[in-house]
């Protein structure tokens, strides 16, 4: 056990866990911020998805002991014009199903956005093919980002 | 009265599904690639190639030798000839899908290496990583070469990076995203020998005129 | 009979109380079979509850939550209950919110079931009048309340969008304040409902839109994994390698180590580690050195079992159905075509895996968790705690997703949740959590099964059809047996091969029932995902072998079955079928099945790539009876799709001397956004009884696929996942 300070979501937590404990479950079970979910432990799933310094992540294959300095940002911490679009784009197609892997599908369409305001089709599959539906959700999602980027327009 | 039977028993659809596995390789049986084993082939010493007295025949020798690292999987998931890399001993496509891009880190907005990979192998996760971990740009691909077109290329400065024979050396004894080669995390077969041997068949192999295996 | 007003207090308003409230709460008969033993009583199973009070709580803000009796993991429920009670309430949408009812199987029981539990596709088809009945009986006691409070006639009062008006006193009001006169009210016992042509929600485009939406876009659902109650310990169990065995002997000195890790007990399961987190007890899992005894598990592969399946399959089965003579017409010649098709055990892998959380306070106890089978689960839980029912609580809340694996009719889950409360307890709260490859590995598959398929065309036309299928019963043994075994038979086994849509003078179908130790379970759509597959794929061969267009062909052999053609008509005008002709090297297949009273058709349009089918478009006709919500009905079948292509292209659970190999996404493939094909679906209008949508998606995508190939010049796979390597 260590002892270590993460930044997250612009707060200063202090948690005392394994230095190898996956980002994932410090969020999670030290933390308390339950959005950021668990769905394979081997970053195939994606639902584990948090920014570290603003960029994806997913929090099951990064250990607490790399983090160091870096800002964490989880779905609930989510800010700015991208995300907002993408969170009304998700409610007003009626994305989520289970709704389990959603957060995760959330933060990456942001990011996405924030990198590429205006994703065509090939660019969606690139950026959010890591993210598993189980439910296969993929056909609104796909619709949600086209509509997102088409808000941030204006 | 007409009997056709079908069915992959049968001789008639066993030979089109013989056709179809020759078309597509994604129809092979899950039991036609067994997983190959995790323990690490040897490297012969440089030593051992000082009996061949014809200079050229022993860099293509010695090439020949340090190729069984550069045609591991380890090397050559990460050498794709197209924009996708392969991963596991069986060098399956990349799940999730992942591209090159422009910095060879992935495509711009969407999946970079670094979502998953980070500085160090997390075994927990079954997840590799490395501090430069990267694709290999395209003019490096080596998936689909034979080891004579991968040997051209590997001493061409117009093709890998505009390094000397020197730097050349020096990047594959040195080098740390290579190093990873031999110590790639739990459940990938390491590259064979060790890259001190690796780097010792190179600078053998260059000293000898780097003679380039036919073909 | 009340309705519940929520105040303040009532946030918080107990689930005891609810229970408490409701008449006929008398859980007295306790029906044991096969060890497992839950409340019911004849009576009480038939009876149809309809009291608001137990169905609504209606808040002095105007809100009304419908409290919903089955689970909501994505099918929809919470928006289709709501829908159902705010149509005849005259709700406004925006008033109307939802959440799981506690369980309680007189007031909310499954109607198709007789016990709370959600399945079969069947949450609106046996509430469509129950919870309209709900919405008219609260919209009658708020009207005589307004009438009582106004001093005005009730025949009056009108009531619109959730205001209740009388008009030519110009007085009106909201729910909330009429709410607790209106508890004063009798139930009315049999409330008018509303003719359709003046329903102003339900069938309506754009009228309703998800309850649930928000919470699940911006992480604050929660779910089972995210339940911290103080003092909760996260519980792992080491269970066997192989279906059957059983712990001989485990040293636990290194994982009682781990910090965090409070202790590690020995269950019947297996052995449990109690920690701190999830992480402290996977690490000191992984720590344990347990020695398995093995002498009772299941010792054999897949490629034995696909061996002995295939030797069975030789001679004829227990019979199902027989019409004609079958070996009489194969004798009389023609051409005789025969295929085999094999379905691989399959994973249900919900984004969520398995879990649940028991606090066993000693007297009492409280579960919580994503309970598809309240009713068993409940009573399970109390046996083994050695409470009586009535002091344990079960409230379901959402679960990210289930594709039926979480309607246990083993009740497992329930049963390791209160053993590895008991093994340590009472006092703490326990959340019992299997990872990932617990879940892939931990059995409750889609059956194993195989087909043998012998047709005759002669002359143009199918005139014998012989199906003997080799599979593993779910029911066997479960407390539903009885409900769905015929003569010792299992019908989820043959649902769909016994009744086929097509006219055939001929026809056979066999089966050999077949005991293997591997724990199986429904998975979306149950037996209709090998059924529909084999007699869709092989009606496709013999219509090509008699020389018929695929939609055509089957539209002659349809006359008696009207919603089948209907279907297969719709989706064929909507995809402009002109034949499964190739361009440009993309073909079309198609195919129909019906499964739970719901009737869907599907077009599929593919081209080969360089690693396996590419399909690029699905064309969807469904017909569900009335359409209750339109858009809910389409995610259904575009989600139903995506699944059952990832499933069979990918997806398989092999079984290396009994042990299950793929233990995670990375060998158990999942369909991703970038093989997502683009889908257009059609609702054919109807107004039979409302059906479900759940699972019905999910059947003919397969068959249509292996059409389209057929086309192609390659063999429709006989062998399913198509792509089987492609898994690490």
């Known amino acids: ?154 | 009265m007409s009997l056709v039977r079908t069915g992959t028993m049968a001789l008639l659809a066993g030979s089109l599904v013989a056709i179809a596995i020759a078309t597509y390789p994604g129809l092979r049986r899950a039991d036609a690639a067994p997983e190959a084993s995790r323990v690490a082939g040897s490297l012969k010493p440089v030593a051992d190639f000082g009996g061949i007295k014809d200079k050229n025949e022993r860099a293509v020798a010695l090439f020949e030798e340090a190729g069984k690292v550069l045609q591991s999987p380890r090397c050559m998931n990460c050498h794709p000839a197209g924009d996708r890399p392969t991963q596991t001993d069986r060098m399956i496509p990349h799940q999730p899908l992942v591209v090159r891009g422009e910095a060879g880190m992935g495509a711009p907005g969407g999946l970079a290496c670094t979502t998953c990979h980070h500085e160090a192998n997390f075994d927990a996760a079954r997840v590799p990583g490395n501090p430069k971990w990267q694709l290999a740009p395209i003019e490096m691909a080596w998936q689909g070469r034979s080891l004579g077109q991968i040997c051209s290329q590997i001493k061409d400065p117009k093709l890998n990076g505009g390094k000397t024979m020197a730097q050349l050396v020096h990047h594959m004894a040195e080098d740390e995203l290579v190093g990873w080669g031999w110590t790639p995390g739990a459940g990938r077969t390491p590259a064979p020998g060790s890259q001190k041997q690796f780097g010792e068949l190179i600078k053998a192999w260059a000293d000898a005129g780097a003679a380039c295996p036919k073909g | 009979m009340n309705l519940h007003v929520k105040s303040e207090a009532a946030a918080t308003l107990s689930r005891r109380s609810l229970l408490k409230a409701g008449a006929g709460f008398v859980l007295a008969t306790y029906v044991a079979r096969n060890g497992i033993a839950y409340a019911q009583d004849a009576a009480a199973a038939k009876s149809v509850n309809i009291a608001p009070n137990t169905f609504l709580v209606i808040g002095q803000d105007d809100t009304v939550t419908v409290l919903c009796k089955h689970i909501e993991f994505g099918q929809g429920p919470f928006t289709g209950m709501a829908t159902l009670v705010a149509e005849e309430l005259d709700a406004d949408w925006a008033q109307m919110r939802a959440d799981h009812a506690p369980s309680n199987p007189v007031l909310y029981k499954n109607l198709a079931f007789g016990v709370q539990g959600t399945g079969g596709s069947s949450a609106i088809a046996n509430s469509y009048e129950q919870m309209r009945k709900v919405g008219a009986a609260a919209r009658a006691m708020l009207v005589a309340a307004a009438a009582d409070e106004w001093k005005v006639p009730a025949e009056e009062i009108t009531v619109e969008k959730g205001i209740i008006r009388h008009t030519s006193s110009g007085k009106q009001s909201g729910f909330g304040a009429l709410a607790a006169k209106a508890m004063q009210q009798p139930v009315p016992a049999n409330p008018p409902l509303k003719d359709p042509s003046a329903f102003r929600l339900i069938g309506k485009d754009g009228a309703v839109t998800r309850l649930d939406s928000v919470a699940k876009s911006n992480g604050s659902a929660e779910y089972t994994l995210d339940i911290k109650d103080p003092g909760t310990l996260t519980v792992l169990v080491a269970r066997s390698p192989r279906f059957g065995g059983k712990v001989a002997s485990f040293d636990a000195a290194a994982a009682k180590a781990v910090p965090g890790v409070i202790d590690v007990r020995e269950v019947p399961n297996g052995v449990a580690v109690y920690a701190e987190g999830f992480w402290p007890a996977k690490t000191a899992r992984d720590l344990l050195k347990i020695s398995w005894d093995d002498s009772k598990a299941e010792m054999r592969g897949t490629a034995q079992l696909l061996e002995e399946f295939r030797a069975r399959a030789k001679k004829q089965g227990a019979l199902v159905k027989q019409e004609g003579d079958v070996d009489a017409e194969i004798a009389k010649g023609g051409r005789l075509i025969e295929t085999e098709f094999v379905f691989p055990y399959l994973a249900h892998a919900p984004m969520e895996p398995i879990n649940a959380f028991l606090h066993w306070k000693g007297d009492t106890a409280s579960a919580r968790y994503g309970s598809q089978f309240p009713t068993p689960d409940h009573a399970v839980i109390a046996q083994v705690l050695g409470l009586d029912i009535a002091k344990v609580d079960l409230k379901t809340i959402l679960a990210g997703g289930s594709f039926g694996r979480r309607a246990q009719q083993s009740t497992h889950v329930a049963l390791e949740l209160a053993q590895v409360a008991k093994a340590i307890g009472p006092g703490r709260p326990v959340k019992l959590v299997w990872t990932r490859e617990d879940d892939m590995r931990g059995g409750y598959y889609r059956p194993f099964s195989l087909h043998r398929m012998r047709g005759v065309v002669r002359d143009g036309k199918i005139v014998a059809w012989s199906d003997t299928i080799v599979g593993q019963s779910i029911m066997k043994g479960s407390a539903f047996e009885a409900m769905t075994m015929k003569n010792g038979l299992d019908s989820t086994a043959y649902e769909g091969s016994n009744e086929i849509p097509y006219q055939v003078p001929n026809f056979r179908c066999d089966l050999h029932q077949v005991d293997v130790g591997v724990p199986v379970l429904w998975w979306r759509s149950v037996g209709h995902t090998h059924t529909g597959y084999a007699v869709e794929a092989f009606v496709d061969q013999l219509l090509e072998a008699a020389g018929q267009d695929p939609v055509e062909g089957r539209l002659a052999m349809m006359a008696d079955k009207p919603r089948h053609a209907g279907v297969l008509k719709a989706v064929a005008k909507l995809a402009d079928w002109k034949g499964a002709k190739v361009e440009a090297g993309r073909a079309r297949g198609v195919a129909v099945v019906e499964s739970f009273n719901t009737f869907v058709a599907q077009v599929v349009e593919l081209s080969m790539g360089a690693e396996g089918p590419v399909v690029h478009k699905v064309w969807c006709a469904v017909d569900c009876g009335v359409a209750v919500n339109p858009d809910i009905i389409r995610a259904q079948m575009e989600g139903g799709i995506g699944f059952a292509l990832g499933h069979i292209l990918y997806a398989q659970q092999p079984l290396d001397e009994g042990r299950p190999v793929a233990g995670n996404f990375d060998s158990y493939r999942s369909l991703r956004i970038n093989e997502m094909p683009e889908v257009e679906v059609v609702i054919v209008p109807s107004t039979e009884k409302p059906s479900g949508v759940g699972e019905p998606g999910v059947p003919p995508l397969g068959p249509a696929v292996a059409n389209a190939m057929a086309k192609l010049g390659l063999p429709r796979p006989t062998q399913l996942p198509i792509r089987p390597g492609d898994s690490a």
């Open chain 1, 1 to 154: 056990m260590a002892a270590f300070t993460l930044k997250i979501n612009g707060r200063e937590h202090q948690v005392d866990v394994d230095p190898g404990t996956p980002l994932l479950w410090a969020i999670r079970d030290n933390v308390g911020l339950t959005g950021t979910k668990y769905g394979c432990g081997v970053a195939q799933c994606g639902a584990c998805t948090v920014y570290l310094d603003g960029q994806t992540v997913r929090s099951c294959s990064l250990p607490v002991s790399a983090v160091g300095k870096s800002e964490v940002t989880t779905i609930e911490g989510l800010t700015g014009k991208e995300a907002v679009a993408v969170q009304k784009a998700w409610v007003a197609h009626d994305v989520p199903q289970c709704g389990y892997c959603q957060s995760g599908q959330v933060m990456s369409a942001a990011a996405l956005l924030g990198l590429n305001p205006k994703p065509t089709d090939q660019d969606i599959d690139l950026a959010m093919n890591g993210n598993i539906c189980r439910c296969a959700t993929y056909v609104r999602i796909r619709a949600a980002i086209h509509s997102a980027a088409k808000t941030l327009e204006g």
